[in-house]
């Protein structure tokens, strides 16, 4: 099972190692994966003001452009991490939403375990994914809300169980 970083040992939280420690044997199997595709990664980056020029250069395709519909946002990204950044003592809510395919156990039921400190407040609608086969994907929101954050960094964790597997995703409010 996965554990939260202590921040007495790990200063750098989960900026530290990411979404997690690799087990090659988990990571062959890991019971549920975030997908994302290329066209994903092209709206991030146009959200990310990259110009027509550089976005042609990254996809190696001259017909990729940035427009309205392309411009996506970093918390729109089907990325299994979940990071808020706000000003000094200023409260925040961001809204996340993520789709997941069940790669595991075609019968499963996986439930959320959120683990977070003090000044992190977060809830997952549905807080349980109810799965009937494999490759059956399922959408779900995490809604961070941050009390006025006075520290540099603090973190936490989403967990996904349905008993066999554990799918860890990062929490992470920042000052910036």
């Known amino acids: 099972m996965a554990s939260p970083m202590k921040g007495e040992i790990n200063t750098d939280l989960e900026f530290a190692y990411g979404s997690g420690q ?21 709206n991030f980056l146009c959200g990310e003001g990259y110009s027509n020029k550089k976005l042609q250069l990254i996809t190696g395709d001259a017909n990729n452009s ?21 000003k000094y003592k200023v409260s925040v809510t961001r809204n996340f939403t993520r789709t997941v395919t069940n790669v595991g156990t075609p019968a499963s039921i996986y439930k959320a375990n959120v683990t977070v400190p ?22 779900f929101s995490v809604i961070v809300m941050l009390s006025a954050l006075d520290t540099e960094i603090i973190s936490g964790s989403l967990v996904w169980s349905d008993g066999v597997y554990q799918v860890r995703s990062p929490i992470v409010a920042y000052l910036y």
Not at 23 to 41: F, M, Q, R
Not at 71 to 79: D, E, I, S
Not at 118 to 139: C, R, Y
């Open 66 to 86: 940035c427009s309205a519909d392309t411009n996506g946002t970093v918390w729109a990204l089907n990325y299994p991490s979940f990071a808020v950044s706000t």
């Open 22 to 42: 690799l087990d090659p044997v988990k990571a062959a199997n890991p019971g549920l994966v975030y997908d994302a595709n290329e066209t994903d990664y092209i």
């Open 118 to 139: 003090a000044g992190i407040s977060v809830e997952v609608k549905p807080s349980v994914l109810s799965f009937k086969s494999l490759g059956q994907k399922k959408t």
